[in-house]
């Protein structure tokens, strides 16, 4: 077995030699010169350069402008990359469940936008850090997040994490990725113990389940690349509005919105109901 391996790699590398004398001869004849192509260059954005120290005191500057635990999401005021690429590096998983209750997105039933991920849990379950990164906001919202936490994160991403029975860090805590940050619960606006987690660019929410498999227990790509043009935009539908003037007014079709929002073109729309429109 050893020796056919053996015979089976000898062959193979005077296969490989007999290639490049050959390969030799020929660039020796001018008729059958191919030209050499210069290699293209990656960029590497500069804050994925592995020789680079990571500033936890100042996480992704290169995306945002400031630091300050007054607002949670309000970045009207910063400009958003055409691109930005997010490194998996270093994850962890912020919940062992592997059990989604509530996904991503549109929910036709309550009429508005989901903007993160339902992962059922018990009360007390440990909620981790995602990533290393520092803790921008822990707050309480009777009506909504309940007990909750932000972290920033070097790689350009904030992670949110909602209905928190207990909070074990406080803000401007340093984290590193897998350190216990709250036990979970049913806080805020929930109707049972579930971890509500968000991924978020400069405000703009990301569907985690493209970064995180619950289910099984694993990132889902080693780079997310988050592009701008994908961004999703939402239209509050007022009173009198139809489907075609909204369609009319946010320049796209209502087979579009409707495709987006998974109604159908004689869908009955109710004032205040949030629309995705792009
Ligand atoms: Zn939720």
Known sequence: MYMRAVCRFLILLSVMVSGVVKSAAQDAMPSRVTPVMPMARVEIPEHLNPGLAVDLENPASFLY???SNSYVHNYDN???PDSVIISMKGYCMP???TYITDKFGYR??????HMGLDIRIKTGDTIRAAFDGKVRISRYERRGYGHYLVIRHPNGLETLYGHLSKKLVAENDIVHAGDPIALGGNTGRSTGPHLHFETRILGNAINPALMFDFPHQRAQTDFYVYEK?????????KSGDTLSGIALK???SVSSICRLNGISSNAVIKPGQTLRVR
């Open 65 to 67: 402008p400031e630091w």
């Open 95 to 97: 919940t062992d469940s």
């Open 229 to 237: 043009n994908t961004r999703a935009v939402y239209y509050k539908v």
């Open 250 to 252: 946010n320049e796209t």
């Open 108 to 113: 036709p039933r309550r009429g508005r936008q």
């Open 78 to 80: 910063v400009k958003l």
